[in-house]
Nanobody
């Protein structure tokens, strides 16, 4: 079993930055490929950024390319999502997820509870 806990969300002005963190506990963190998803009100959940299984390739949604960076620190059992130049379209609940197989898009085995990001214009 793996537990995921996100933090770092909040209210930020357009053009600002946030760094989301997702700390895991349970089974070996390095055994999982990690991803960040988000879901805005009335919209489907979308993949924002993710590691490949080997960790050597990264995925970014077109809407965040050039503005977001996913990273991980295996020593801290933590994955991060650095988000810059935020705009109102980035307002959503952000979730981290862990998978032991599959592709960038899943299936994911474990999910965090989510952290709210609100961008004010």
């Amino acid at each position: 079993q793996v537990q995921l806990v996100e933090s770092g969300g909040g209210l930020v002005q357009a053009g600002g930055s946030l760094r989301l963190s997702c700390t895991t506990s349970g089974r070996t963190f390095s055994s999982y490929a990690m991803g960040w998803f988000r879901q805005a009100p009335g919209k489907e959940r979308e993949l924002v950024a993710a590691f490949s299984w080997s960790g050597g390739r990264l995925y970014y949604a077109d809407s965040v390319k050039g503005r977001c960076t996913i990273s991980r620190d295996n020593a801290k059992n933590t994955v991060y999502l650095q988000m810059n130049n935020l705009n109102s379209e980035d307002t959503a609940v952000y979730y981290c997820a862990a998978r032991s197989a599959g592709s960038w898009f899943g299936p994911y085995d474990y999910w965090g509870q989510g952290t709210q990001v609100t961008v004010s214009s």
